[in-house]
Nanobody
């Protein structure tokens, strides 16, 4: 069993930055691919970014490319999402997900592929 806990959300003005953290506990973290998703009111949960357990491969949804960066510190059992140049449309509850990955460079794009989830952290970007 893996427990995930997000933190770092808050209220920020457009153009500002936030860094989200997702701390994992419970089992060996190093072989888990990780992802960030977000869900705005009235919308489905959508993919934001993902990273392989090696940290060598990552992916982003088009709307955040060049603005967000996902990273992973296996020694700290933590994955991060650095969010720069935030826009009002980035407002959502952000969730991190985890699942075991056999291959070091594998990651997952869809919510169904993640077995473990955190409780979410609210990000609000004002215009």
């Amino acid at each position: 069993q893996v427990q995930l806990a997000e933190s770092g959300g808050g209220l920020v003005q457009a153009g500002g930055s936030l860094r989200l953290s997702c701390a994992a506990s419970g089992r060996t973290f190093s072989r888990y691919a990780m992802g960030w998703f977000r869900q705005a009111p009235g919308k489905e949960r959508e993919f934001v970014a993902a990273i392989s357990w090696s940290g060598g491969s990552s992916a982003y949804t088009d709307s955040v490319k060049g603005r967000f960066t996902i990273s992973k510190d296996n020694a700290k059992n933590t994955v991060y999402l650095q969010m720069n140049s935030l826009k009002p449309e980035d407002t959502a509850v952000y969730y991190c997900g985890a699942n075991y990955a056999y291959y070091s460079d594998s990651y997952y794009y869809t919510a169904d592929e993640y077995k473990y989830w955190g409780q979410g952290t609210q990000v609000t970007v004002s215009s």
